[in-house]
């Protein structure tokens, strides 16, 4: 009887695609041109079990958007895995802009869709990323990306009224302020 539960238990947690992460995911990540669920354990095991990752499962939100620790790392990460095809300050290149209010898939203007564009891609290049960058590690990409947005207030969707009203649109070309280790995440320091 034990086992059985144990196993209604354990078939109900992959139903809801919690996968891994047990009861902690309470968002559904789908992709973002198919629908179908996304596969969190298709990214290997580094970065899952941060702070952040856990609570953007639990939330949707991405908390990295309110640590500017962790923007320099994002930065980077940006540079090196996004801007060939996206741009520099992400004006668009041979993908789209991501710094403006126009998105092809609309969902990108929040947090939980911006994640699952990444992780699973989109059409033609634009492939998933989670064997390139892990969850972690994206969560810093997105809150680089909605640094460099260009665009009205009123369109960051991802922002909640507080942020809305402190909200500055991105200069088009300052760098991340340089990070305070004693204050920057383990998960946000550059890896060797
Ligand atoms: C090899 C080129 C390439 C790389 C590398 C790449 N992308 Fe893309 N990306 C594209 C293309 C092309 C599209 C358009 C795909 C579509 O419309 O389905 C796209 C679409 C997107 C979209 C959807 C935009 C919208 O308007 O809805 C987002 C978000 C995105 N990329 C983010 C990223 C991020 C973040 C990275 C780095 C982790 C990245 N991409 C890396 C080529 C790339």
Avoid at 19 to 45: C, K, M, R, S, Y
Avoid at 75 to 89: A, I, K, P, R, W
């Amino acid at each position: 009887m034990i086992k059985r539960n144990l196993l209604m238990a354990g078939l109900a947690a992959a139903a809801l695609g919690f996968g891994a992460f047990g009861a902690q995911a309470a968002i559904e990540l789908h992709n973002t041109v198919t629908g179908e669920p996304l596969n969190l354990d298709d990214a290997g095991p580094e970065g899952r079990d941060t702070e952040a990752f856990k609570q953007f499962l639990e939330t949707g939100k991405n908390p990295y958007n309110k640590e500017p620790n962790c923007l320099a790392n994002g930065e980077q990460l940006f540079l090196s895995m996004c801007s060939g095809c996206h741009g520099h300050v992400a004006e668009g290149k041979i993908g789209p802009g991501l710094n403006d209010n126009y998105w092809t898939y609309p969902d990108n203007n929040t947090d939980k869709g911006l994640f699952e564009t990444i992780f699973g891609g989109a059409s033609g290049q634009m492939g998933p990323m989670y064997g390139a960058v892990n969850p972690d590690q994206m969560l810093q990409i997105m809150s680089w990306v909605r640094h460099l947005y260009k665009d009205g207030v009123e369109d960051a969707n991802w922002l909640d009224d507080a942020d809305k009203a402190n909200f500055k649109p991105y200069d088009g070309h300052s760098h991340a302020p340089k990070p305070d280790p004693a204050k920057t995440p383990e998960a946000c320091k550059p890896s060797e």
